[in-house]
């Protein structure tokens, strides 16, 4: 059985990385979906929060589990049964970033692979900081994201009322 991890701390999960999901799912047997608890941080929701929204957004992909994990990266994969892992690509930074972190990754467990996947064109300008930002404005973010979340970031941000106007003067 061909098995896959996809990290991140999806904050929140977007499109873009529905979409890296989806096309991943395609070519392995399953793939697990993992929030990780990133201690340098700080997130808009809760990973209970995350999970239940990823769970929302991939409910079709039936190959796909949704989990999340705290700690080194290379282990939580080994207890997954694999030693593959996947990350998304959107641009040549996110490429620098992840490349130094894979050779780390081979580094300590030489036997762990990391597999690159270009997210689609549609969704290369797309990041979870984007939307927060979008978010937090009170622009439009719909299209960017899973129905679910949209809905979340609507509720997120009028109970922190962070599209208030403020002035400078």
Known sequence: MRKVVCPGSFDPVTNGHVDV???????YD???VAVFHNPAKNPWFSMEER???LKEATADIPNLRVDCFSGLLNEYARK?????????LRA????EYEFQRALLMKRID???????????????????????????????????????????L???????????????L
């Open 30 to 32: 399953e793939i697990v």
């Open 21 to 27: 999901f989806r096309r991943a799912s395609a070519m």
């Open 110 to 152: 030489p036997d762990i692979e990391t597999v690159f996947m270009m997210t689609s064109a549609e969704y290369s300008f797309l990041s979870s900081s984007g939307v927060r930002e979008l978010a937090a404005f009170g622009g439009n973010f719909e299209s960017l994201v899973p129905a679910g979340v949209a809905k979340r």
């Open 51 to 53: 999970v239940e929204m």
């Open 92 to 95: 040549l930074t996110d490429f």
């Open 154 to 168: 609507h509720e997120y941000y009028k109970a922190k009322n962070l599209n208030k106007q403020n002035s400078c």
């Open 80 to 88: 997954q049964g694999t030693n593959v892992i996947v990350r998304g």
